[in-house]
């Protein structure tokens, strides 16, 4: 079944935002995260923007869709906040390993290319 005009944008803006995530990640060690201010903030926003594009989904969608880990997407608008701060290496270890499989998730779902249609 084909989402909704409504999930649809919702999954464009995750999959624009983890392409984001992989194009930062090319490369780059925890060390150099840690070094690269810019980076890091750049990484955090767009992990909070797939969080808050997943939270708005369907549950229909997230329902047809179980193969995606629905609610730990939907808690990276926190993307691990302890007391007042943030997990870095949690941050980083889900930018490296969980990002390029949501990408694959989410291109399945919207086609091939993954690309907007106009």
Known sequence: MKPSERDAAYLW???DAARNVRKLMRGLTYAALMKDFRTRLALERSMEIIGEAARRISENLRREHEEIPWKGIIGL???AHEYGELDQNRLYTVARKDAPELIR???KMLGKTGRRRH
């Open 13 to 15: 803006d995750m999959l």
């Open 77 to 79: 608008r926190n993307i």
């Open 105 to 107: 998730s989410l291109e």
